[in-house]
Structure formats: C-alpha cells, structure tokens
C-alpha cells in the first residue's frame, strides 16, 4: 500500500512540473495523452476498432501529407526499418550514413540479406544531394536508406532535394526515416514522391513509445508484392490487407491507438500541423541563439554539432567545453530538475542534446536554458 502512494504521489508532481523533460526521445507526454490510454478495451474485429481506425487513417495522412494508407505497427520504430528494407528493397542498397540511426538503417539492411554500401559523411554533417546522384550513377542500387532527422547528431538532412536526384533512377526506392521529424518539420510524403516513410510515436508526436507508423508508394507495394522475403510480422502486404478493413494484422496496442486518436485531434484540429511546425523551429532558433550569446558574450566554449542551414528543429546536438562531459551535465542538470540526453554513442561524452520537440513550448525551454546557463556558466 505505501508503495503505491508514493508511486502516484511522485506521478502527480511529475504531471504537476510538464516542462522539465527534454530528452530527445522517448519525449514528454502531456497528462491529456497520457490519460486517453486508461479507457476500457475494445474488440479489435468488432465495430469500435473499425470506427476508431477510420478516423486514424483520416488523421494518420492529414500527418504524412498522403493519400496512401498509414500502416500502424506495434513496435518501436526500428521494426519499420526493417519493414521498409524487407519489403522495399531487392538487393543492393545504398545506405546514406551521417550518425548513429543512419547506420543502424545501414545495418538492418545487411542483416536482412542485402548488398548494403554505406555513403557516410562525418557525425554532424548533412549528405549533399549530388554526391547520392554519383553514388547511384556509378553502380547499380535498387533502394536508398536516409535518415531525415538523425536524432544522434541534431543534422536535418535536405530530404526534398535528396528525393529530387534519387527520383530519375526508376529502379530505385527511397526508403525514409522520420522519426524524430514528422510532426516537427515538413515532411511531404506524396508531393515528394517517398516510397517509405517511417516514423515511431516518442519522439516529435509526443506519444509514449511502442507504435511505429508508415506508408508505402504504391510503386513500393509492387515491388513488395513479389519479394520471397517479406517476412511475416513486417509484410505490407498482409498490414494493407488489415488497414483496408480499419484493422490491423495482429492484437494491436490498442491502449496506444487511443493515445493516438487524442494526440492526432489535438495535433491537426488544435495547434494546426503547421503552427506546430513553426512552434518547432522557434523551439530551435532559441537554443541556437543561446549558444551563440554564451559562447560569444559569456565566453563559455560551446558550439552546435550541425553547420547553419542543416540544423534539425526538433533535437540540438552541443559540443561542451573542455573539462565537461555530457554524462556530468546531464547529471547536474537532472539535480536541477530537468532531464537532456548526453551525446549519442561515441559523441556521448563531448556532446549534449536537448529535445525541442514534441509539446514543449519556448517560454519552457527558455526556462530550461536558463538553468543550464547557471550550469554551465554560473
Ligand atoms: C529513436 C530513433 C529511431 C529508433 O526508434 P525506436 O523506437 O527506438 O526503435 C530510429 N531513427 C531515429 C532517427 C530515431 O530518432
């Protein structure tokens, strides 16, 4: 019994103090979100699944600016990697490697079987363009794996331009990672003609985690429907069948699918996808700008990983000065009250990352950036 007390006791302060977790994924959920999960379960055959899947694909491609079904999968995002390789992919990939979930694209793609080459650029860089068109002309490939976000260096890479050379090599799918942009950055999944776009539910929706989220080309199910290694859980073709009928494949996380319905409502018919666009590159230009006046005007060394003009809106990657370490920043701050990430593997101890994303406002992270200037400055 008294463990129990204090468990809510503290779940109440924390829902008390929104504002104070900005971890770059899993993200903060707001108690709203939170609570549309406590609602009694449905049959997921029966008519309340469907009614409740119709209005999340009627949502869900509001979200990706599609017309195409969204598939809904029951797992965290990684299973959609491994989705988008298994079913959108014959046999050589090019993988654009610039960070840490990069790479783990590129290695889902050879531990699925594929002739996978990486094109790396160095952590905290953005590819260019016309180094993928090389790429693709100087050997063959049948699928190309970008991360548009990369959550581990807080680069945004140019996704539309990138899509613009890959699109004339007919052969070639392109294969997306959104995780940590949609819902914080445009994503234009038709008018940008994406084969796969994927994402996962904590960190820019602000759900908790467990769901990834997807949609394929119609070109991309073709290809999908005569690949002999679709596997059974991440088979589109299977999921296209099931969101036809507003359901889907296996017993889905149902509890989820409401948070879903409440964060959906509240992202397109409150704040407005674009606002809530525009509220993320606020969140960001903020904490751009703090780096600046502290390491110009208070004469604190720090410096943002990610060059001007490729800089995500959703995550900031900063490099600390000498003599700190991003596990002793995080540890004091988290004395302070609030949560950052450490850098993400091997930058984890140069670097910090906070996570602008999600449903933070900028009056919280200006708060947030003012105990960390008493940190790091004070
Ligand atoms: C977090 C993240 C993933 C992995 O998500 P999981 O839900 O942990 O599987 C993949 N890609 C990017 C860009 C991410 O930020």
Redesign the pocket.
């Known amino acids: 019994m008294e463990q129990v007390k204090t468990r809510s006791a503290t779940r109440e302060q924390a829902s008390a103090q929104f504002g104070r977790f900005f971890l770059p ?1 899993p993200t903060e959920v707001r108690p709203e979100v939170l609570g549309a999960q406590a609602q009694p379960m449905i049959g997921h055959r029966e008519d309340e699944m469907h009614a409740l899947g119709a209005e999340l694909q009627h949502r869900l491609k509001a979200l990706f600016r599609t017309e195409r079904s969204v598939f809904v999968g029951t797992c ?3 299973g959609f ?1 491994e989705a988008a390789i298994r079913n959108g992919a014959r046999r050589r990939v090019l993988a654009l490697v610039n960070g840490a ?1 990069s790479k ?1 694209f590129h290695q889902i793609a050879a531990a699925c079987g594929m002739e996978a080459d990486a094109l790396e650029v160095p952590w905290g860089q953005a590819h260019d363009p016309a180094d993928v068109e090389r790429a693709l002309k100087a050997k063959p490939y049948d699928a190309v794996t970008v ?1 548009h ?3 581990s260096t807080g680069v945004l890479n140019p996704l539309a331009e990138i899509a613009w050379v890959v699109r004339p090599f007919d052969d070639v799918m392109l294969l997306v ?1 959104t ?2 942009s949609l819902a914080g950055a445009p994503v234009h999944t038709d008018e940008w003609r994406l084969d796969f776009v994927l994402t ?1 539910s ?2 820019a929706l602000a759900l908790p ?1 467990g769901l990834a989220l997807g949609v394929a080309s119609a070109r991309l199910m073709e290809r999908a429907a005569g690949l002999p290694n679709r596997g059974a859980y991440f088979d589109l073709i299977e999921h296209q069948k099931s969101v036809d009928k507003n359901e889907l494949p296996n017993t889905p996380a149902i509890s989820l699918l409401f948070a879903l319905h409440a964060q959906l409502r509240a992202i397109l018919e409150g704040e407005g996808l674009a606002q809530r666009w525009e509220r993320h590159r606020q969140m960001a230009v903020l904490v751009w700008n703090w780096v600046d006046s502290l390491s110009s005007g208070r004469g604190v060394p720090l410096s943002i990983l990610a060059p001007p003009g490729h800089r995500s809106p959703t995550v900031t990657c900063i490099r600390l000065p000498e003599g700190r370490t991003g596990p002793q920043v995080v540890a004091a701050m988290r004395g302070r009250g609030y949560t950052i990430g450490a850098g993400y593997g091997k930058l984890k101890n140069e670097c910090i990352r906070i996570g602008h994303m999600g449903d933070h406002t900028a009056e919280e992270v200006e708060v947030l950036l003012e105990a960390l200037e008493e940190e790091l400055a004070g």
């Open positions: 994924g965290s995002a990684t990697m979930f783990r991360v976000s990369e959550t990672d995780v940590s996962g904590q960190k985690p």
